[in-house]
């Protein structure tokens, strides 16, 4: 008997079928003997339809009440789960993210996750109960719901593997698992078998859109494998673990795309202590994710600070810098750009191979596709170009590094 975690996403309880789907899948395991906790999200599209109906009456909703309207998406879900589980004869019982025990912390909208209590959980479970959990969703210590933002039912499901200490963790969702790139974009894209913690961290962070960042963040801290597989077939998915020896004979795993990227430079800086960590404790302020950072001296001694975000917090981080360039004076100045997209090499294997950088570069230039700003870290190059090169950039990338084929020993 396995005490399996299983999430499923929007897509995966779209419609009342795909809603009978999941209860079938969760019966099947059930009877194979394993205990089961599912962790749902609200079904596709309602979250959105919800947040439609907030802006049509303001065009500022308290994110207080936003957190309280967006947390009933997951327990209609939850609850139809449940009742479908008991047309099939399965024993079941739904429990909202209060009722499981989730703590979390930081503003409304964007929680984090503090501590799991699983009491309750644990104790339907001994009672043969299948437990199915809200996703994305909390209680704070003040009391108040809060919700975990984007790729937060994801989060939960990692979280509550943890907390009962299950066997094994499925992230189902309508892609059968993670690809060398997206499909969409490269065809021959090839699903990976297994990737490391620090290969799906580095893609979740430049574009792949299978899984949040910060999910598997969490999984890496308390040693949570998991497998991202379809919730529509049982085909065999992608596991996440620890890095192991063999995984480093792979030079690059996967290329990554980020649209709608956008970069601020500030200009006229002076090269004093203290102006980076001002500059960025503004952003940081205003709760703006920055991704590449590139700094430099002009010719005039003045620096130049020029960070990347999503296009959507242009705006804001503009009005966040006022008051640092107000202070600066006239020297001191902003210059934006949007309309690029960032595309990413991730490979473990770059630790122990080199050349990838200027293969990469190679391959673009040959395309006659222009780089902008360029970044690393240990196992990742990144780029930014412009979106409309973006597709033609990951498919030369691709097909560079012979990505569509099965790795060999390099």
Request: some cysteine; proline content about 2%; overall charge negative.
């Amino acid at each position: 008997m396995a005490l399996i975690v299983q999430k499923y996403g929007g897509t995966s309880v779209g419609s009342l079928d795909r809603i009978r789907n999941v209860a079938n899948r969760i019966k099947r395991l059930r009877d194979e003997g394993n205990q089961v906790v599912a962790v749902v999200s609200a079904m596709g599209g309602v979250t959105d339809k919800l947040i439609a109906m907030a802006n049509d009456l303001t065009s500022e909703p308290a994110e207080r009440e936003l957190d309280v309207l967006l947390s009933t998406g997951e327990q209609q879900s939850i609850a139809l789960v449940v009742m479908a589980l008991h047309e099939l004869g399965v024993d079941a019982v739904s429990v909202t993210g209060r009722q499981a025990g989730i703590v979390t912390t930081g503003s409304h909208t964007r929680g984090k996750i503090e501590a799991i209590d699983p009491s309750l959980m644990k104790q339907y479970i001994s009672e043969g109960k299948v437990v199915i959990c809200a996703g994305f969703q909390g209680i704070r210590e003040d009391g108040m719901i809060h919700t975990l933002g984007r790729g937060g039912s994801d989060l939960s499901a990692i979280a509550v593997a943890a907390a009962i200490k299950a066997d094994t963790c499925q992230i189902l969702t309508d892609v059968d698992g993670v690809y060398t790139c997206d499909p969409r974009v490269v065809k021959d894209a090839r699903k990976m078998p297994e990737v490391s913690y620090d290969e799906m961290l580095e893609m979740a962070s430049s574009g792949t859109k299978v899984m949040q960042s910060r999910s598997v963040e969490f999984a890496k801290k308390y040693g949570v494998i998991f497998e991202v597989r379809s919730s529509l077939n049982d085909n065999p998915g992608t596991i996440v673990t620890e890095e192991h020896d063999n995984m480093e004979s792979v030079v690059i795993r996967g290329v990554s795309i980020e649209r709608s990227q956008a970069r601020l430079t500030i200009t006229g800086i002076p090269d004093e202590p203290g102006m980076s960590a001002s500059i960025l404790t503004a952003l940081a302020d205003a709760e703006i994710n920055i991704d590449m950072i590139i700094s430099n001296i002009a010719h005039d001694g003045l620096a130049r600070h020029s960070v990347t975000m999503h296009s959507n917090d242009l705006g804001r981080a503009q009005a966040a810098l006022k008051p640092i360039l107000a202070k600066l004076g006239d020297s001191a100045g902003v210059e934006t750009e949007a309309g690029i997209a960032k595309l990413s090499c991730v490979g473990i294997g770059m630790r122990s191979h080199s050349g990838v950088a200027a293969k990469m570069f190679e391959a673009l230039g040959e395309a006659g596709i222009n780089i902008g700003i360029i970044t690393t870290s240990e196992i990742k190059i990144a780029v930014t170009v412009d979106e409309t090169d973006i597709e033609d950039a990951a498919r030369v990338v691709h097909a560079a590094f012979d990505l569509d084929k099965a790795p060999t020993a390099q």
